[in-house]
């Protein structure tokens, strides 16, 4: 276990999660729920940007991998990680796989979403 990397993540998932509390704040509710569209698109770009940059994970790297990436946009958005793993399958040429990844990530999620609803009531 990587303390000091760990100690990254929790600082930087503490970031994430602030600013995704202040831009939640600062745009109003609607029909959509904008916000949400509006952290989930910044964070997925954000992710691409960083993994980008960050070619190979290595020594070097892995701090800034465990602020920015786990920690910022992990903190910021979970919808970026997904994102991010779906382009991943796909640039490796694992199209099926990443349609199955999209296709059971909403579908059971938006199930699941709707069973603990429907359990709490």
Do not use: Y
Not at 41 to 47: A, K, M, Q, T
């Amino acid at each position: 276990m990587n303390w000091s990397a760990l100690g990254l993540v929790a600082l930087g998932g503490a970031l994430g999660a602030v600013a995704r509390d202040l831009v939640g704040a600062a745009i109003p509710a609607g029909r959509l729920p904008w916000a949400t569209i509006v952290i989930n698109i910044v964070g997925s770009l954000l992710i691409g940007w960083l993994m980008g940059r960050l070619v190979t994970i290595n020594e070097h790297t892995l701090h800034t991998h465990s602020f920015w990436v786990v920690g910022v946009c992990g903190g910021f958005t979970t919808f970026s990680s997904f994102s991010w793993q779906t382009i991943d399958l796909m640039q490796k040429g694992h199209w099926g796989a990443a349609a199955v990844n999209v296709v059971l990530s909403i579908f059971c999620c938006l199930l699941a979403t709707w069973a603990g609803w429907r359990l709490a009531r």
